[in-house]
């Protein structure tokens, strides 16, 4: 069963707003991850955040989150038409291995 | 050249065919994984390997085997396939101590079973 849960499930802006999305899980973690992945092809890494850490940036990505919610937050400033993809969290329970969402489809027009 | 490679990267085939789906990985990683990705579900984990002859079951392994050939190799089987496994499979893989686990993802391998 999916751990992380994306909100919104589809997400519509114009060039140069700024996009969030967010994740909800369920039991504690060790870290969460975010990965974008463009239509049909493989996931990407994008940035990792361990759970004793609040915020994170890495570019024009910035990630937060909130273990007591149990929850996290995308944030992609200044977006471009180039960032349209679907953005999944992923969590890491302390094992190797990832339980994915079911990602928001974000969609940037010029 | 492409540091996780995966074979075929689409195929068609019928009800009841056995079908192998190979992931090849030239990144040294010990940790490799493979996941079947269906529209509006995500990625469902169905097995991974931490080694060579280290094979553990995911959240859907029923229908499913793998083989570890070598560190670098990890194959997804369907013994007989069916409908319901139409989807993306993804192999990927993994290196580093816990609980650092990012992981590199193949191109993947579209299935479609008539």
């Known amino acids: 069963s999916q751990q992380g849960e994306e909100d919104p499930q589809a997400l519509s802006i114009q060039e140069g707003e700024n996009a969030t999305m967010n994740c909800s899980y369920k039991t504690s973690i060790n870290n969460l991850q975010w990965y974008r992945q463009n239509s049909g092809r493989g996931l990407v890494h994008l940035i990792l955040i361990r759970s004793n850490e609040r915020e994170k940036h890495s570019g024009r990505l910035r990630v937060t989150l909130d273990t007591s919610k149990k929850s996290s937050s995308l944030l992609i400033t200044a977006s471009r038409a180039a960032d349209t993809a679907s953005y999944f969290c992923?969590?890491?329970?302390?094992?190797?291995?990832?339980?994915f969402g079911k990602g928001t489809m974000l969609l940037v027009s010029p | 050249d492409a540091d996780v490679t995966q074979t075929p990267r689409n195929r068609i085939t019928k009800t009841g065919k056995r079908i192998m789906l190979e992931c090849s990985q030239t990144?040294?990683?010990?940790?490799m994984y493979w996941y079947r990705q269906d529209p509006g579900l995500g990625l469902r984990l169905i097995y991974y390997s931490f080694d060579v002859k280290d094979i553990n079951k995911g959240e859907i392994s029923d229908g499913y085997s793998v083989s570890r050939q070598a560190q670098a190799k990890f194959s997804l089987s369907l013994e007989s396939a069916i409908p319901n496994q139409t989807a993306l499979y993804f192999c990927a893989t993994a290196w580093g101590a816990e609980p650092y686990n990012e992981q590199f993802f193949g191109p993947g391998t579209r299935l479609t079973v008539l």
């Open positions: 990144k040294g990683h010990d940790r």
């Open positions: 992923a969590t890491n329970g302390g094992y190797s291995t990832l339980t």
